[in-house]
């Protein structure tokens, strides 16, 4: 399929309340929507959003990159286009042409996905979802955490108004405050939702060894999901002496870069991996790590950073496409005062993906 256009719409999108990140606090989403148009008349739609983190530098870096890329799209066949070496316009450019793609085939995203690449063809684990669909097919729900912010004052609040909307997990930032102090506050957290919530943690490598085994063991008897990123320093040996004496999962996220997948999986470090498809590079990329990662017996979670309708779809679509289900950090659209495109619809906790062609949604004039 051959490229008539592409071309750049910038958008700032306020937020509720301020998102505390690993290295930053953000009240504003900033990004690049990518509309590539086939001679034909099909438009697919991509999400560029620098991590919050990378600052004024990085964003315009990026923004930069993705102009470059965008001026040597016309004229060009789909299937001959090499995304750029930055990893948010290659994630940009990959859901732009895939959505292009599975727009003229007739099939939503996550099924052109799984027709595409043989290695996420095999049935999901409790779907009984197959390669051999029939092209019409009902709304998809992908299982997704709550995102509940800090463990301050209301988290005790979101969290039950989550339990209420039917959320399985919800996702608590910890590693503030003091220790006993925020143990004290979770249990409140979990009182509070009376069993109908498991908590997700996120440390953002908060702790020196011996502090995250003292909160860590803690956490034994409590209906915990997992654990992201708990030691200040981690290395994929010590990251595996705690994951060994515990129930339930400790998660690499920014750590993934760091240490490198190979070293984190041969020392059997985690149990669970946390990827942004936008920072690893793509679709093409997260599929990799997606067999990977399996192979491995270790558990893949896709999730974002208050992205747009745009951006969570395609991830939401990409982890409908993959052969296991888990619950996805994709749960971020209700923190913004204004969108892109109407979001998905939630319910009982899973994000209802569209029926229709490609990421079937299409953005707001």
């Not at 029939?134 to 997704?144: D, F, G, L, Y």
């Not at 679709?283 to 067999?291: E, N």
Request: with cysteine; hydrophobic share 45%; glycine share 8%.
């Amino acid at each position: 399929m051959r490229i008539a256009a592409a071309t750049v719409h910038p958008y700032a999108l306020p937020l509720v309340r301020p998102w505390v990140a690993s290295r930053a606090t953000l009240t504003e989403r900033r990004g690049r929507l990518l509309a590539v148009t086939s001679e034909d008349g099909l438009v697919g739609w991509g999400d560029c959003a620098p991590l919050p983190s990378s600052g004024e530098a990085g964003h315009a870096r990026v923004f930069q990159a993705l102009n470059a890329a965008v001026r040597g799209l016309p004229g060009r066949d789909t299937a001959d286009v090499s995304p750029s070496d930055v990893p948010e316009v290659r994630w940009a450019i990959e859901t732009a042409l895939f959505d292009l793609e599975a727009r003229r085939a007739g099939l939503p995203l996550r099924r052109f996905l799984r027709s595409s690449f043989p290695v996420i063809a095999s049935p999901r684990q409790g779907t009984g979802a197959r390669n051999d669909e029939p092209r019409t097919i009902a709304p998809v729900r992908v299982p997704i955490n709550a995102a509940l912010g800090p463990l301050d004052a209301g988290c005790a609040d979101r969290a039950e108004a989550a339990a209420e909307r039917g959320f399985a997990v919800g996702k608590i930032k910890v590693g503030v405050g003091a220790i006993d102090d925020e143990r004290r506050a979770l249990a409140d957290v979990i009182e509070r939702a009376r069993g109908r919530l498991r908590v997700r943690l996120d440390a953002n490598r908060a702790w020196p060894e011996a502090e995250a085994r003292r909160f860590l063991e803690s956490l034994v008897g409590l209906p915990i999901d997992g654990v992201e990123e708990p030691l200040a320093d981690p290395t994929p040996a010590a990251l595996a002496h705690l994951q060994k004496d515990l129930p339930f999962p400790l998660a690499a996220d920014e750590s993934l870069p760091v240490l490198g997948v190979d070293a984190l999986l041969e020392a059997r470090a985690v149990r669970r991996l946390v990827v942004k498809p936008a920072r690893l590079g793509g679709i093409r990329a997260t599929l990799a790590l997606a067999a990977q990662a399996q192979t491995a017996g270790v558990e893949l979670v896709l999730t974002s950073v208050v992205d747009s309708t745009v951006g969570v779809t395609a991830a939401a679509h990409l982890a409908a496409a993959l052969p296991t289900e888990n619950t996805h950090g994709l749960g971020t659209l209700d923190w913004l005062t204004r969108d892109v495109a109407p979001p998905p619809v939630i319910v009982d906790g899973a994000l209802c993906l569209p029926a229709g062609p490609g990421l079937g949604l299409v953005p707001k004039g």
